[in-house]
């Protein structure tokens, strides 16, 4: 569901549109998807560590933590997929999910925190 890279600084000025925060990560089970097709499931912990659940079992894991408008996953691993990602996330809407854009890449998924 989520990756690395650092955010970037921001220079607003007076004049810049008003941006509404984005959705804050807690610990919990969260839904990813496309809006219509869940394509995956990621549980946050509260020690600082995730899993990434598919229809196989466990299919990631690693360690997230939240940034100032959103968050960042480091996979277990050194391998080329298993780089630290960062993702910005949009505002929850009225149907209880959120965007969220992988920073290096601008891929985005809806994600919705479901019930353990």
Same mark, same amino acid.
């Given at each position: 569901?989520? #990756? ?23 610990? %919990? ?18 020690? #600082? ?7 196989? %079992? ?11 408008? #959103? ?5 277990? %691993? ?27 890449? #601008? ?10």
């Amino acid at each position: 569901m989520i #990756g690395a890279l650092y955010l970037s600084s921001c220079t607003a000025t007076p004049d810049d549109p008003v941006v509404e925060s984005g959705f804050e990560p807690v610990p %919990g089970l969260y839904a990813t998807g496309d809006g219509t097709t869940v394509y995956s499931q990621t549980r946050l912990n509260a020690d #600082g560590t995730y899993v990434d659940l598919g229809e196989a %079992g466990i299919t990631g894991e690693g360690t997230w933590y939240a940034t100032t408008d #959103g968050m960042c996953f480091d996979p277990e %691993g050194d391998a080329e997929n298993q780089q630290e990602r960062c993702w910005r996330n949009g505002p929850v809407d009225e149907n209880g999910r959120f965007l969220s854009t992988r920073l290096d890449t #601008g891929q985005s998924y809806f994600v919705k925190r479901i019930d353990d």
